[in-house]
Structure formats: structure tokens, C-alpha cells
């Protein structure tokens, strides 16, 4: 039988939950193992003592934030709730003061439109190092659509499912599960040979213990790159994204990203017809003036592209200028 359990958490203002939980969900109600339905964030998470339904609402306002929780799970306890609570926390970035980040934003030619439209938006990250990795090599080099449906297949056919009030959630698939699953059966949901292999062997790594993607955390970030891309598949894009969605570090940069460099391309000249994209090394160069903030200018320059309002901000901005 299900047992429930109610908290709540205070974000470090100014926090805005539904751009939060929106860049999860890549403000599609439902993303892969992220829902965001009528204002309440939902994910199964698997917690030390068992599966469970996580979810999360506003009842505060972005500068006076306050949000209320419920986990459910069979095995509820004391630990459980702990658990859940820093795992919501960590998902959402609960933690993370913004207050840095917006005074160098602030000063900047070209940022202040789109700080300004996505006021309060905080990093949102994935669970695990783990989960940021397959995503992220299952977004190498493929359009956002494509990307999209093998997220959603790969939750499907092989996460744990739990269902509650009828609804079925799915937790993202474990190590163990992916490392079972083999080359073969990742090729038959549409996976290419060589993310079916990536993802394979990584996945049989962890669970030999032979990588430890969790240890990195501490580390400096120069040393977490250089080891994440002695790794079979991991470039330095995919490894950024590890920084930047998984690990918490503040200033990473998706070196190589073709819409990082499109979007910085109009950001710098908004009244272009049509704007040039960036070169991956001019982009590169640039970013550094961001630094040590660049993954959050990241954040929020994605957080403007997948709600489809970059544009808007970055034109309309330039204009009331």
C-alpha cells in the first residue's frame, strides 16, 4: 500500500518554479521521466529504500519562494523523506544563489534581455552523472525531435514503472539495466550502432565499478574533462554538459553546440536579418567574458530557446534599448 509523506522547501530567491520545472520538461508537459502538468512537477526517482513518486508545487512567488512537496512509495520512512526532499532540491536547484551570476549578467552589452525574461530561472540538473550522460550522448549530433523520442523510448523500455492514481511514471533506467539490455536491443529502439555501443559500455563500466561517474564532483572541472574524454564517446560537448547538468559547476560551456553558437550569433547582433552563427571557436572565445558564470548565461540562453522566446527577448530588448 501506498504511504505518503507532505514537506516543504524555501529556494534561495528569486526563484520561479514553472521556468524551472519548464526547462526539465522542455516546457512539453512531458519530457522523457519529467512531468509538468497544471503546476505540479512529478518524477519517479529511485530512493535508497525504494521507488517513489516525487511531487512538487508552488505556493510561494518568485522573490518570497515556497514550495510544497509529496513523496508516495510503498517503503516510506524517515530516510525516504530526507532523501526525497534533498533530491527536489538538487533537481530544481533550490540551493543556488543567483545573486552573482545577475550582477556580472547585468553589466553585460548583450545579456540583460534575456536575464530579464527568464528572472529566476535556476539550473535545473538530472539526478544522477549517469542520467546526464545518456542523455547527453543521446543527443549528439541529432535534432532536438529526434532526441526527444529515444529519451522517451529509452524511459520506456527499460525504467522501472509505478503507477498512482492511474497515472504511469517511469524512473530513468539504471546502469544495470542498460548494461543487461546489450548492443543489439538499444539498436532495435532506434539507437544508432555507435550510441547503442557508447551507452552499453559505459553502462557495464559502472556496474563492474570500473567508473565512477559520482566521484567527479570534487574535482576540479579541467581534471573531470580530461578524464570524462579519455572515455569512449564522451567529447568535450558531452562533457560540459556532465558540468553543467549534473555536477554543479558553475561555469561550463557546450564547446561545439551548433544552437549555442546560432542563439550567441543573434545575441550579439539582435538587428540582423538574418544573424551569423558564431564558429565553435569564436563562441568559445567569447563565452569567456562569462566566465565564471557560463553555465548559467547557458542555462538561460537554452531555458529562452526551448520556451521559443529567444528571439523576442533578445530583438525586443534591443529595440526598448
Not at 542523455?135 to 529519451?151: D, E, F, K, P
Not at 540562453?301 to 530588448?317: L, T
Request: no cysteine; glycine share 8%; hydrophobic share 40%.
Amino acid at each position: 500500500m501506498m504511504k505518503r509523506a507532505s514537506f516543504s522547501i524555501e529556494p534561495v530567491p528569486p526563484f520561479d518554479f514553472d521556468l524551472t520545472a519548464g526547462y526539465l520538461t522542455y516546457f512539453r508537459g512531458r519530457y522523457g521521466t519529467d512531468v509538468f502538468e497544471e503546476g505540479v512537477y512529478r518524477r519517479m526517482q529511485r530512493l535508497k529504500g525504494g521507488s517513489a513518486l516525487l511531487s512538487v508545487w508552488s505556493t510561494g512567488t518568485i522573490d518570497a519562494p515556497m514550495l510544497e512537496a509529496e513523496v508516495r512509495s510503498e517503503n516510506l520512512d524517515e530516510e525516504m523523506i530526507v532523501e526525497a526532499r534533498e533530491s527536489l532540491a538538487w533537481l530544481l536547484g533550490t540551493d543556488d544563489d543567483l545573486a552573482p551570476f545577475y550582477e556580472m549578467a547585468n553589466a553585460d552589452p548583450h545579456l540583460p534581455p534575456v536575464v530579464k525574461g527568464m528572472h529566476g530561472l535556476h539550473i535545473a540538473h538530472t539526478s544522477t552523472a549517469y542520467e546526464a550522460l545518456v542523455l547527453a550522448i543521446l543527443g549528439q549530433q541529432i535534432s532536438t525531435h529526434v532526441a526527444r523520442m529515444l529519451r522517451n523510448l529509452i524511459a520506456e523500455t527499460y525504467g522501472e514503472s509505478l503507477e498512482v492514481d492511474g497515472e504511469l511514471y517511469r524512473a530513468f533506467p539504471s546502469p544495470q539495466s542498460l548494461a543487461d539490455a546489450g548492443v543489439e536491443a538499444l539498436r532495435s529502439i532506434k539507437f544508432s550502432q555507435r550510441k547503442a555501443e557508447y551507452i552499453s559500455d559505459i553502462s557495464k563500466q559502472i556496474v563492474s565499478g570500473e567508473l565512477d561517474l559520482e566521484s567527479f564532483r570534487d574535482q576540479p572541472a579541467d581534471d573531470v574533462v580530461k578524464s570524462l574524454t579519455k572515455i569512449r564517446g564522451i567529447g568535450p560537448w558531452t562533457a560540459q554538459w556532465l558540468l553543467i547538468r549534473a555536477l554543479g559547476y558553475p561555469d561550463g560551456f557546450p564547446h561545439g553546440d551548433l544552437a549555442m553558437e546560432r542563439m550567441m550569433g543573434m545575441l550579439v547582433d539582435p538587428s540582423a536579418d538574418a544573424p551569423k552563427p558564431m564558429s565553435s571557436k569564436e563562441a568559445s572565445e567569447y563565452s569567456e567574458r562569462w566566465s565564471p558564470f557560463r553555465s548559467y548565461v547557458t542555462t538561460y540562453i537554452f531555458g529562452a530557446g526551448r520556451s521559443g522566446k529567444f528571439e523576442e527577448f533578445v530583438r525586443g530588448g534591443n529595440q526598448h534599448s
